[in-house]
């Protein structure tokens, strides 16, 4: 089963020991942060959290308060996370690099938890929130530099859909078996980049494209091997296997059919421009393992028998139009 939902509440500890208790609880999710009650004699919070995947998902409830990442303690390698935070209730102001954002119910923030920031609240404000590891949006494209806070609508389009699959996956974190979390954890993560990538921010233009040109560079240069795969391509490429889909998916085909037909096509030329060779040494000397395979895609794709071009060229194909 994946994670159980944990729950922390500030409710009945002195007021010094309130705020220790929260700062603790940020900690364990995703790194240290002063806590300030403003003028309020005591710190009133809730938070009830959990993981699916990778990824933790947590709804927080808290009094007025001021949250600050402070500059001094940015460490390399620290607080590397991106957080998606949903405001569900009451008003929170937002400042980072000089930017001021203010949230209200339906907002949706994103932002580098690494970069200093602080958020207040003046008010009770509740909030949903996903804690995101860079390194799994670094598959996606993300630019690995920090990334400017980005203000979305969660209340209609492809941000009221992450914001009821975040719900929705919080709700059944504790139902989901380590396979299903991971898929539900991709899932989530797609959904959550699509209002961003509207928004075109954390994401390089320039990188998916890049990405696929060396794919396919990749691809052509072991066209010849049998063992060509795309653990291999993932591999050599450092990215995931479900980006290298994604690529390939986003452009109508898949990493299968690319290989297939790339193999084809030169299967094609050179049954056309080299004499002395057979159909089945053609076949193999470009990664097919299997004579009456090849036969057939070659019969789908080109919508002729392999032998009917030999033929054609040299008239060496046997009129069944078998191989040999």
């Keep these: 089963m994946s994670d159980t939902v944990h729950s922390l509440n500030t409710s ?41 995947s990778k990824l933790k998902l947590c709804q927080i409830e808290a009094s007025q308060h001021r949250l600050a990442h402070a500059a001094s303690r940015t460490e390399p390698g620290g607080h590397p996370f991106v957080k998606i935070l949903f405001q569900t ?45 860079k390194t ?46 991971i898929g539900v954890a991709d899932s989530l993560i797609d959904l959550l980049l699509l209002p961003l990538r509207e928004a075109d921010v954390m994401f390089d233009r320039g990188g998916p494209e890049a990405m696929h040109v060396r794919a396919q560079f990749f691809i052509r240069e072991h066209l010849r091997d049998p063992d060509l795969s795309i653990d291999r391509i993932s591999a050599a490429l450092g990215c995931t296997k479900r ?53 057939r895609v070659f019969r789908e794709y080109f919508g002729v028998v392999p032998s009917a071009i030999h033929k054609a060229q040299y008239g060496s194909a046997s009129s069944d139009g078998s191989y040999e």
Aim: aromatic share 10%.
């Design 136 to 181: 799994l949006l670094q598959e996606r494209g993300f630019r690995s530099a920090k990334m400017t806070a980005c203000k979305l609508s969660a209340r209609t389009g492809t941000g009221r859909i992450a914001y009821n699959f975040v719900h929705a996956a919080f709700d059944e974190a504790a139902k989901l078996s380590p396979n299903n979390a």
């Design 243 to 295: 980006y290298l889909h994604m690529l390939f998916s986003d452009r109508g085909t898949t990493i299968s059919d690319y290989i297939r037909h790339a193999r084809l096509q030169n299967c094609r030329q050179e049954l056309e421009t080299q004499a002395g060779k057979s159909i089945t040494d053609v076949a193999f000397s470009w990664g097919f393992s299997s004579s009456s395979h090849f036969s």
């Design 89 to 133: 209730y009451g008003i929170s102001h937002f400042e980072q690099s000089d930017r001021h954002i203010e949230l209200m119910p339906g907002d949706c923030l994103a932002y580098d938890v690494s970069c200093p920031h602080t958020i207040v609240s003046p008010t009770l404000t509740r909030h949903e929130v996903v804690i995101v590891p």
């Design 12 to 52: 009945g500890f002195t007021p010094k020991k309130q705020i220790q208790v929260w700062s603790d609880a940020l900690t364990d999710l995703c790194g240290r942060f002063d806590i300030d009650p403003l003028e309020a004699s005591s710190f009133e919070g809730r938070i009830n959290y959990t993981t699916v």
